[in-house]
């Protein structure tokens, strides 16, 4: 230890003293650019005495100050210590003296105030020989700003952890305020330095000053379009409608506000703006590329796409600069280029071609990634013959499906129909009903979209294959009169095997869009919010739940508030990149009327979609319907880890039933969570009533599955699967061409152009592989499921007890997933495509890997 107490020559004679160290981060360190951050913090260094800190008592109050701690002297920074090497890279530590007072006993906080000009990061405060106890941490991780900027003192407790009838008398007014003040008044324009916590409604998305195309219709407070609640930031209304939001400046889109400890550190940030900057760069230089081309804004051929990940394309030197004289400055293309010549442009190689360039194209691989692919988390099995529609037939007619026996029986291996159902052999990937409400709206804008349901069957062998896709439009004479569905069945030679590629295509289009929209934004990013902010407004850093959920908050609010500036707000990047274009967020607003908390657990919804059938024989307790589905076995696995942590976790605060129950703090912050966050679910039936640690644990274990392992399954293989666009593509331009029509002699003659004409173009493929490129890579700061970035996060030995035992199971499991990988016995762990399964492995490097489950959504 670096002091113990010592005694100290003083004024007033022989003090008794605790030493303490100071770890932060200077704001002139994190903002190289502010060149007045730097000025001022080396002016405030010279004059000193500019950060004070004040122990409180945990044990004595101050009678005349509404009873709380007793606050000791206030005592400053000293000179830097410059002998510490684990210090990280722009953190520095200081020393601080406190004055031991007996008055104090032991500390249970300390107040800060900081009188520089500018804020500073503040990391952790350590005490060594503290009477009675020793050590004593503060983990602060918080921003502090000049004093004037608060209406309280910033305060900061100990690693101790209470629960609100546990905590000592002492610290309870402060524990109180401080929960108060993440409150706010929910007045207001909040500013950087305010830490309110507060909700809203998703009224900052259109900007229907513009004019009427730029609007977009409020999410949340209504049952025509219910949301999960965002964070407010308080802006004032637009010019033409009040109920919109304003919106700050596209440029100005990093500074929306979020509280400011909920922002990417510098780390992250400087990942984050770094990958930015390289998309943006790659997606310059193709367009500089297109200029060489006769199609400009297509792809002709397979291998034409696929220059974009292998380079190869190199320009004359005439050419190219007849070109620049044309249409580009020279020195702005110069720095695009290569010694020989040749543009930049060279994306990382998606795994899903790596190993071989057309193995995505056949029905094997089509239907493993319905299983094992970006967005495993909708097949469902089939229960009746022909599927049936629940869109409302008064509104929608007949939905029901047209595929017939005849359509299908000639692929099931011999079986009928009635045997495959009954064997549980048939599987549907359905986006008809989530689809066709919107097709006829979207199919004004340049997309062409179909509703789809798709067919499987599971073969004696463990793999897939699709047997039946059915393509269905609105009637053209109203929606009353339901569908007009053609069905599609797998053929693989001349013009009717493109057919079957396009129909799958169309299908992927669905797909994907349903893959970004819901199971990605909607069902993890929206979602976890509430959650987020109600944490903080309603449960305090000393709750034991608010330390068990916190690192799966971890810059939630923040992706999620770059995500409304540029990419799910009017005209931003996934209007242009995914069909629905202005469509999108209702879309997916229509999809959360169906949400169901206590659905989001794994095993719920394997059971919910008919994967999965409880078994008490069986290590987790569920039999899999596809034995060899590899992210149901893979997500068991997780999910089961996690239950056993927080149950273990859980059992050591709450002795009782009773004691859920009874606790005031978390029983309002579950009542704020239904009425508040998810309000417009607020009377739905199915919500815990959290009266029970059952109940309490079941809850917190799908908030910490949803936040880690299920974002992670449908987020980070997104490049490796739909980084080759003809695999994934999220747009399709025009409908299925019909005999005797120029676009099936197109077809005939020209199959891969017309394929690669008919999904999206070249600008929105390469601007979506950018895109999803920078949402799959893993930051330099990630910390992982099972990991912590303090680890002495709490001052309790049973709960590190058993986060130690959880962290060793995670890397069982890891070890698990690998050896399944390797056995040849299960197919569809790899597939045609020779991508293993990797997305629910725990732990990964940074960059674009394929795996890992960060603990929070936090990309």
């Known amino acids: 230890m670096f002091h113990n107490i010592v005694d100290t020559l003083t004024g007033n004679g022989n003090k008794k003293v605790i030493n303490g160290k100071v770890v932060l981060m200077k704001k002139n360190v994190l903002d190289f650019n502010d060149i007045g951050a730097s000025v001022f913090d080396r002016f405030d260094e010279l004059l000193g005495n500019k950060v004070s800190f004040q122990l409180v008592s945990s044990v004595n109050a101050e009678p005349g100050n509404a009873l709380k701690g007793k606050l000791g002297k206030p005592s400053y920074m000293e000179n830097w210590l410059t002998n510490l090497p684990s210090l990280t890279p722009g953190e520095s530590a200081f020393k601080v003296t406190f004055e031991l007072d007996e008055e104090i006993g032991v500390p249970g906080a300390i107040i800060v105030r900081n009188e520089h000009q500018n804020q500073f990061y503040l990391k952790s405060v350590t005490l060594e020989g ?74 900052d998305l259109g900007v229907p000053d513009n004019g009427p195309d730029y609007a977009r219709p409020v999410l949340g407070g209504s049952t025509e379009y219910p949301y999960p609640r965002r964070g407010r930031t308080g802006r004032p209304p637009t010019n033409t409608d009040p109920n919109t939001e304003s919106r700050i400046p596209i440029l100005k889109g990093l500074d929306i506000y979020v509280p400011r400890d909920e922002k990417y550190a510098h780390l992250k940030m400087s990942d984050f703006l770094g990958y930015a900057l390289k998309s943006l760069s ?30 190869g394309i190199k320009i004359p030197q005439t050419v190219l600069f007849d070109k620049i004289k044309e249409n580009i400055p020279l020195d702005l293309f110069k720095a695009f ?47 009746e013959f022909p599927p049936v529609s629940k869109l409302d037939p008064a509104i929608y007619g007949n939905q ?118 819901i199971s990605h934004w909607l069902l993890t990013h929206a979602v976890m919010e509430p959650f987020v902010i109600a944490s903080h407004r309603q449960l305090s850093v000393l709750h034991p739940i608010h330390r068990l959920l916190h690192p799966h908050f971890r810059y939630t ?23 629905p274009h202005k469509y999108a967020m209702e879309m997916s607003s229509l999809a959360y009327k169906n949400w169901v908390f206590t659905d989001q657990a794994a095993p ?15 290590p987790n307790g569920y039999k899999l319907v596809i034995e060899d589905y590899p992210y149901a076995v893979d997500a068991l696995d997780i999910w089961s880890a996690i239950e056993t942590w927080v149950k273990d976790y859980c059992a050591f605060y709450y002795k009782s039933d009773d004691m859920v129950a009874n606790d005031v703090e978390l029983q309002a912050w579950w009542k704020e969570i239904r009425e508040e966050g998810h309000g417009d679910k607020k009377d739905e039936k199915w919500w815990p009533e959290m009266k029970t640690i059952d109940e309490l644990t079941q809850s917190c274990t799908i908030m910490i599955w949803v936040a880690s392992a299920l974002h992670a399954a449908v987020n980070f293989g997104q490049y490796p699967y739909a980084g080759y666009p003809a695999n994934r593509p999220t747009i399709s ?41 920078l949402l799959s890579r893993h930051s330099s700061d990630e910390v992982y499921l099972g990991q912590r970035d303090t680890p002495e996060w709490t001052a309790d030995s049973g709960p590190l007890e ?42 990964s490097d940074p960059g674009l890997t394929g795996r890992g489950i960060p603990n929070s959504v936090s990309i």
């Open 130 to 203: 503290v009477p009675d106890v020793g050590t004593m941490n503060f983990f602060c991780n918080s921003w502090i700003y000049p004093t004037h900027r608060y209406t309280k003192d910033r305060i900061f407790f100990t690693n101790k952890t209470y629960l609100p009838h546990e905590t000592p008398g002492p610290l309870s007014k402060y524990r109180q305020e401080e929960l108060e003040v993440l409150r706010g008044t929910g007045e207001g324009k909040l500013e950087e330095w305010d830490r309110v916590y507060d909700y809203a409604y998703y009224n």
């Open 282 to 311: 790659q997606d310059f230089a193709a367009l500089l590329m297109s200029l060489f081309d006769k199609t400009p804004n297509e792809f002709d051929s397979f291998q034409d796409l696929l220059n974009a990940f292998e380079g």
């Open 337 to 383: 280029l290569q010694t020989d010549g040749a543009p930049l442009l060279k994306y990382p190689m998606p795994s899903v071609i790596k190993e071989d360039k057309s193995a995505w194209m056949t029905d094997e691989e089509f239907a493993r990634e319905m299983l094992a692919g970006v967005n495993p988390v909708v097949i469902r099995r089939l229960e």
């Open 400 to 517: 029901n499906s047209s595929i017939t026996k005849e359509h299908i029986e000639q692929n099931l291996d011999g079986l009928s129909v009635e045997e495959a159902l009954r064997e549980n052999r048939l599987f549907i990937l359905d986006h008809h009903d989530t689809m066709m409400p919107y097709v006829r709206r979207i199919n004004t804008t340049p997309s062409k979209i179909y509703a789809t349901r798709t067919i499987t069957f599971l073969k004696d062998d463990g793999t897939s294959k699709p047997v039946a896709i059915e393509l269905s439009l609105p009637h053209p004479d109203g929606d009353h009169y339901g569908a007009v569905s053609k069905v599609f069945t797998p053929a693989h030679d001349g013009v009717e095997g493109w057919i079957w590629q396009l129909a799958k295509a169309f299908v992927a289009v669905n797909d994907s869009g349903y893959h970004q929209l």
């Open 557 to 579: 609010m923040n992706i999620n508030a770059l995500a409304r500036q540029l990419l799910i707000s009017a005209d931003g990047l996934l209007e242009k990149t995914v069909f």
């Open 604 to 618: 719920k919804d394997l059971m919910k979609r008919g994967m999965a059938e409880k078994d008490p024989q069986s």
């Open 733 to 773: 331009r025009r409908f299925m061409p019909e005999p005797n029509t120029p676009e099936y002699e197109e077809l005939k003659k020209d199959p891969e152009g017309a394929y690669l004409r008919t999904v999206s173009n070249k600008f929105q493929s390469l601007l979506g592989i950018s895109l999803i490129e």
């Open 802 to 843: 058993a986060f130690k035992k959880f962290g060793k199971k995670l890397e069982e499991i890891e070890d698990n997933i690998l050896e399944r990988n390797k056995n040849g016995k299960w197919k569809n762990r790899a597939g045609p495509v020779e991508v293993p399964y990797t997305l629910l492995l725990t732990s």
